[in-house]
């Protein structure tokens, strides 16, 4: 075991003590990494490509000069390892080590600074020596809400990656707790894994997959098999569920600038009929898929002659509708509201896009703005008696709310006033002390000037 103060003074003996006990890390042998453990991780667990590691290190030259570390900053580094997100060195030792281990690793130039070096602190052509501790390690995040983490146990070829629409053939190795309930090959489109009995988590990770990639899925239940779970698979609802996949081959679908309008016009038809299909089968998210394939597609198209433009009219504006309503049965209301003001942007007056963002300012409680909406209902179909139902609810809201204020301010005072009175007492009291001492010192000072003045 070697430390920082270990290291010689010249590059030939740190090379030489580094090949008498170190290990080189690199893929083809050359010498490029030689690793020297300090400490043994605890668990055996090592990073898999794309994982979020955290590390501290420290780096030096060979003469020992210290160029950077993070202990001296007080900040640990996080990075997605194998990536190229840092020096070429660090992923290969970094992937090489065990959760909590501490290493030494020597780097050719090649692996770290290269030729030209780092103007002020490395010079050109140098190796250098970097003190890693590998602190924490995550798979990889799909999802801004962390539901679908990913970490890869093969790395695929080339650059491109299946997108919706896209036949893909996959192995699939699907686990709940432990128990394997899935396991074949199978093919589906993406966008529509659900017709295959397969999660969405697995739908929605394949456009970050590339060919021969072999990766583990970790799904909350949300991407999983929810509420509902999987009785043919005998998964319960609120699951979370693990998937080792192996993309074996995909056919990516066109692109939409690869289409012409009339090709992306018969398409729309069957993917809307395929949204609503999962619409009504409580697949939300399978529907929300289709409906945005719509909007890619026809979002920026202005067609020719008044047919063609009102048929792209109305498939966007039933495309933003529909998803308003999908993002309201999940929850998101701000998709709502996003949704609902593109439709009111191409039709002011739309019932069901004003209703529907009247419904989800209701649930965020912001009672007048979801007023003004059933309001403009009304005045486009004063017949609504929905909208009218739902006034009477902001108007309660609003009330109970203006109660609540009313409730708190009132504590609010009734806190100040009784403050305030303890205050003045104790103010009242210190200026009586105040006084009496006062008072008291002026006497002692009266009575001193007495007895020194002559008789």
Same mark, same amino acid.
């Given at each position: 075991?070697?430390?920082?103060?270990?290291?010689?003074?010249d590059?030939?003996?740190?090379t030489?003590?580094?090949?008498?006990?170190?290990?080189?890390?690199?893929?083809?042998?050359?010498?490029?990494?030689?690793?020297?453990?300090?400490?043994q991780?605890?668990?055996?667990?090592?990073?898999?490509?794309?994982?979020?590691?955290?590390?501290?290190?420290t780096?030096?030259?060979?003469n020992?000069?210290?160029?950077?570390?993070?202990?001296?900053?007080k900040?640990?580094?996080?990075?997605?390892?194998?990536?190229g997100?840092?020096?070429?060195?660090?992923?290969?030792?970094?992937?090489?080590?065990?959760?909590?281990?501490?290493?030494?690793?020597?780097?050719?130039?090649?692996?770290?600074?290269g030729?030209?070096?780092?103007p002020?602190?490395?010079?050109?052509?140098?190796?250098?020596?970097?003190?890693?501790?590998?602190?924490?390690?995550?798979?990889?995040?799909?999802?801004?809400?962390?539901?679908?983490?990913?970490?890869?146990?093969?790395?695929?070829?080339?650059?491109?990656?299946?997108?919706?629409g896209?036949?893909?053939?996959?192995?699939?190795?699907?686990?709940c707790?432990?128990?394997?309930?899935?396991?074949?090959?199978?093919?589906?489109? !993406?966008? =529509?894994?659900?017709? /295959?009995? @397969?999660? $969405?988590?697995?739908?929605?990770?394949?456009d970050?997959?590339q060919? +021969? #990639?072999?990766?583990?899925?970790?799904?909350?239940?949300?991407?999983?098999?929810?509420?509902?779970?999987?009785?043919?698979y005998?998964?319960?609802?609120?699951?979370?569920?693990?998937?080792?996949?192996?993309?074996?081959?995909?056919?990516r679908?066109?692109?939409?600038?690869?289409?012409?309008l009339?090709?992306?016009?018969?398409?729309?038809?069957?993917?809307?009929?395929?949204?609503?299909?999962?619409?009504?089968?409580?697949?939300?998210?399978?529907?929300?898929?289709?409906?945005?394939?719509?909007?890619?597609?026809?979002?920026?198209?202005?067609?020719?002659?008044?047919?063609?433009q009102?048929?792209?009219?109305?498939?966007?504006?039933?495309?933003?509708?529909?998803?308003?309503?999908?993002?309201?049965?999940?929850?998101?209301?701000?998709? !709502?509201? =996003?949704?609902?003001? /593109?439709? @009111?942007? $191409?039709?002011?007056?739309?019932?069901k896009?004003?209703?529907?963002? +009247? #419904?989800?300012?209701?649930?965020?409680?912001?009672?007048?703005?979801?007023?003004?909406?059933?309001?403009?209902?009304?005045?486009?179909?004063?017949?609504?008696?929905?909208?009218?139902?739902?006034?009477?609810?902001?108007?309660?809201k609003?009330?109970?709310?203006?109660?609540?204020?009313?409730?708190?301010?009132?504590?609010?005072?009734?806190?100040?006033?009784?403050?305030d009175?303890?205050?003045?007492?104790?103010?009242?009291r210190?200026?009586?002390?105040?006084?009496?001492?006062?008072?008291?010192?002026?006497?002692i000072?009266?009575?001193?000037?007495?007895?020194?003045?002559?008789?």
């Open positions: 075991m070697t430390t920082d103060q270990d290291l010689p003074m590059g030939q003996s740190a030489a003590l580094f090949a008498a006990k170190g290990i080189d890390v690199t893929t083809n042998k050359d010498q490029g990494v030689i690793k020297v453990v300090k400490r991780g605890i668990d055996g667990e090592r990073p898999m490509i794309g994982d979020k590691v955290t590390v501290h290190y780096g030096r030259l060979l020992g000069k210290k160029f950077d570390c993070s202990r001296d900053r900040e640990l580094f996080s990075f997605n390892v194998g990536k997100q840092v020096l070429k060195a660090w992923d290969i030792g970094v992937m090489s080590m065990q959760r909590s281990e501490m290493c030494t690793l020597l780097c050719k130039p090649e692996y770290a600074y030729t030209a070096g780092n002020d602190k490395i010079p050109p052509n140098s190796s250098v020596v970097f003190e890693m501790e590998l602190l924490k390690l995550e798979g990889e995040s799909l999802t801004d809400d962390g539901g679908i983490l990913r970490r890869i146990k093969a790395k695929g070829d080339g650059y491109t990656n299946p997108n919706d896209a036949s893909v053939d996959v192995h699939l190795e699907g686990s707790g432990g128990r394997l309930f899935d396991f074949r090959d199978v093919s589906f489109i !993406v966008g =529509e894994a659900e017709d /295959k009995g @397969i999660a $969405l988590g697995v739908d929605r990770a394949m970050k997959m060919k +021969g #990639e072999c990766c583990i899925l970790y799904l909350k239940s949300k991407y999983g098999f929810g509420s509902e779970g999987k009785p043919e005998k998964i319960g609802p609120d699951k979370d569920i693990v998937y080792e996949v192996t993309l074996k081959d995909f056919q679908a066109k692109e939409s600038w690869e289409m012409d009339k090709e992306k016009l018969d398409l729309a038809a069957g993917v809307k009929h395929k949204g609503n299909q999962y619409f009504k089968a409580g697949r939300y998210y399978q529907a929300v898929i289709q409906y945005q394939r719509i909007v890619s597609w026809l979002e920026m198209e202005c067609g020719t002659g008044k047919d063609q009102q048929t792209i009219r109305d498939f966007i504006l039933t495309s933003h509708l529909n998803l308003a309503l999908c993002f309201l049965r999940i929850k998101e209301f701000s998709q !709502v509201v =996003e949704n609902c003001n /593109k439709v @009111i942007e $191409l039709d002011e007056g739309n019932e896009a004003l209703y529907r963002r +009247g #419904e989800a300012r209701l649930l965020r409680n912001e009672f007048s703005l979801a007023m003004a909406d059933f309001q403009h209902v009304l005045h486009v179909n004063p017949s609504n008696r929905a909208a009218r139902a739902q006034i009477s609810i902001c108007q309660g609003i009330k109970e709310h203006h109660e609540l204020d009313k409730k708190t301010y009132a504590n609010m005072f009734q806190k100040f006033a009784e403050r009175a303890k205050t003045g007492k104790t103010k009242r210190r200026d009586d002390n105040m006084r009496s001492s006062i008072n008291g010192e002026i006497g000072k009266r009575r001193r000037r007495s007895q020194d003045c002559p008789s």
